[in-house]
C-alpha cells in the first residue's frame, strides 16, 4: 500500500475515530488531543498495516492505547464489577423487544455508562461501529472468547437495566 | 426468573453471526422450545438495533481536522497535487468556516451538529456520570476556578428555581468553555456552556432526547442542555440575565 492510499483510508475514518475518542476520554477537550495523537502515531507508523481492511480497528486501536497509556498515569478510580448484578442478568427478566423501540436515545445512554468499561467497548465495537469479534479482539487485546463473553455480558445487562426502566415507565404512565 | 442464563452467550453470538457451527443446532433448537430465550433473542436482536441507532461519527472540530489532515499531507514528498489540493482546500476551508461563523455569525438556533454534540457532552460529564472538576455551590468559587482556564472573564450565572452545583473546564470546536453544572428543582441536572465564540444563542433545539437552548449575555453565548422542557429552559436562561455574577 502506497501512503497516498493510506493517507485516503485514514482520513475516511476521522468521524468514527472522533466518536470513539470521545467515548472513551468523555471529554471534548481530551478527546480533541486523543484523535490528533492517534493519527500522529498511525502517519509514523503506517508501513506496519499491512492489509487495507484492518486500517479501521488498526486506528481504533491505537486511540484505545494511548487512552490506555494516559490513564495510567492519570488518577483514576477504580472500576467497580457488580458480579451480583451480572449473574442476576442471567436469570431477570429481559426488556420487552417494543419497549427498545420506544426507548429515548438519552435513556440508552444512561444505561450504557452504568455497564463496567470492558462490556460497554465491546458492546459498542460490535453493534455501534459494526466491528466482526476477530477485529474486536485486536482492537481491545483479548482472545476471541473473551469479546464473545463481554458483549453477551454488557447486552444481557443492559436489557435487564432497561427493563427495571421499562417497569418505572409504565409505572408513572398508569 | 428462568433457568436459562448459560444460553445468554450462544444467544448472543448467535445475533452477530459469530456462532460456531457446532454450537448452532444446539442454540435454534432450544430457542424453538424455550418461549422464554426465544423473548430473549427477540429483546437482544432489539437492543442491538438500538445501539446501532447512536451516533458512530462525530464531525471533529476545524482545528483537529485540519491538524490531521496536514499529516496526510506530510512525508516524503508529500502528496501528488491531485490528492493534495482537495485537501489543502478542505482543511483551509474548515478552519475558515470557523473563524468566520465565530466572528461574524448573528445570534442564531444551535446548529444541530453542535446541538448533538452538547448533547452527548451533557450525557458523558454531568456529576452523574463522571465527577465534577470544580463542585460547589459558590459562585465566587466557581469563578476563582475557571479565571485562568479560559480565554474570557468567567460568570456563573444565578438561575431562578436551579441551584449551581459545580463545573468542569470543556473545549468546543478547540475553543475552552465553561461548563457549569445545576440542579434544577425537577431534581434533573442541567448543563450550562458559556463561550466567548457563538454556539448559537436564539431558540431551542432537540438532540439525543434532551433540549438544547441558547441565548447572550454578558457578551457571552450561554447554552442550556437539560431533559427539562424547552419553556422550562428557556425560562432558566433568561433569569440568567437578570441575575448576573455573583
Known amino acids: ?174 | 426468573m428462568t433457568g436459562c442464563g448459560e444460553w445468554l452467550e450462544p444467544l448472543s453470538a448467535a445475533l452477530d453471526g459469530a456462532l460456531p457451527a457446532a454450537e448452532r443446532e444446539g442454540t435454534e433448537a432450544h430457542v424453538a422450545a424455550c418461549a422464554e430465550c426465544d423473548r430473549r433473542l427477540a429483546s437482544l436482536r432489539a437492543l442491538k438495533h438500538a445501539v446501532a441507532r447512536l451516533s458512530s461519527r462525530e464531525d471533529p472540530p476545524g482545528s483537529v481536522r485540519a491538524h490531521v489532515e496536514a499529516l496526510a499531507l506530510r512525508g516524503r514528498g508529500g502528496l501528488r497535487f491531485a490528492v493534495a489540493l482537495p485537501l489543502l482546500l478542505a482543511a483551509g476551508l474548515a478552519a475558515g468556516t470557523w473563524a468566520l461563523l465565530s466572528v461574524h455569525r448573528a445570534p442564531t438556533l444551535p446548529a444541530p451538529q453542535l446541538a448533538d454534540e452538547l448533547a452527548a457532552d451533557h450525557l458523558h460529564s454531568v456529576p452523574e456520570a463522571m465527577p465534577a472538576e470544580v463542585v460547589t455551590d459558590d459562585p465566587e468559587t466557581a469563578i476563582r476556578f475557571f479565571s485562568d482556564r479560559v480565554p474570557f472573564p468567567p460568570v456563573a450565572p444565578r438561575l431562578e428555581g436551579a441551584r449551581l452545583i459545580g463545573g468542569r473546564l470543556c473545549k468546543i470546536h478547540g475553543h475552552r468553555v465553561q461548563l457549569l453544572f445545576y440542579r434544577v428543582d425537577t431534581a434533573a441536572t442541567l448543563s450550562l456552556f458559556v463561550s466567548d465564540q457563538d454556539l448559537g444563542s436564539g431558540g431551542c433545539r432537540e438532540a439525543r432526547g434532551l433540549h438544547v437552548c441558547g441565548r447572550r449575555a454578558y457578551g457571552l453565548s450561554l447554552v442550556a442542555v437539560a431533559s427539562s422542557p424547552p419553556d422550562e429552559l428557556r425560562r432558566l436562561l433568561d433569569s440568567a440575565a437578570v441575575g448576573r455574577t455573583e
Open chain 1, 1 to 174: 500500500m502506497k501512503r497516498e492510499e493510506f493517507a485516503a483510508l485514514a482520513l475516511s475514518s476521522v468521524e468514527e475515530v472522533a466518536a470513539y475518542a470521545r467515548r472513551l476520554t468523555r471529554s471534548a477537550a481530551d478527546a480533541d488531543d486523543l484523535v490528533q495523537e492517534t493519527f500522529a502515531r498511525a502517519f509514523r507508523s503506517w508501513r506496519d498495516l499491512r492489509e487495507r481492511r484492518a486500517c479501521r480497528a488498526w486506528l481504533f486501536r491505537i486511540a484505545r492505547n494511548l487512552h490506555l497509556n494516559r490513564r495510567r498515569y492519570a488518577s483514576s478510580r477504580p472500576e467497580l464489577h457488580l458480579v451480583d448484578e451480572e449473574r442476576a442478568a442471567e436469570h431477570a427478566s429481559f426488556v420487552p423487544p417494543e419497549r427498545v423501540e420506544r426507548l429515548a436515545a438519552h435513556d440508552l445512554e444512561a444505561a450504557l455508562e452504568r455497564l463496567p468499561a470492558e462490556q460497554r467497548d465491546a458492546v459498542l465495537l460490535c453493534d455501534l461501529w459494526g466491528f466482526e469479534y476477530e477485529e474486536i479482539a485486536s482492537i481491545l487485546g483479548c482472545p476471541l472468547g473473551t469479546v464473545r463473553s463481554r458483549i453477551a455480558r454488557g447486552r444481557g445487562r443492559l436489557a435487564v437495566l432497561l427493563a427495571a426502566w421499562s417497569t418505572r415507565a409504565r409505572g408513572r404512565e398508569s
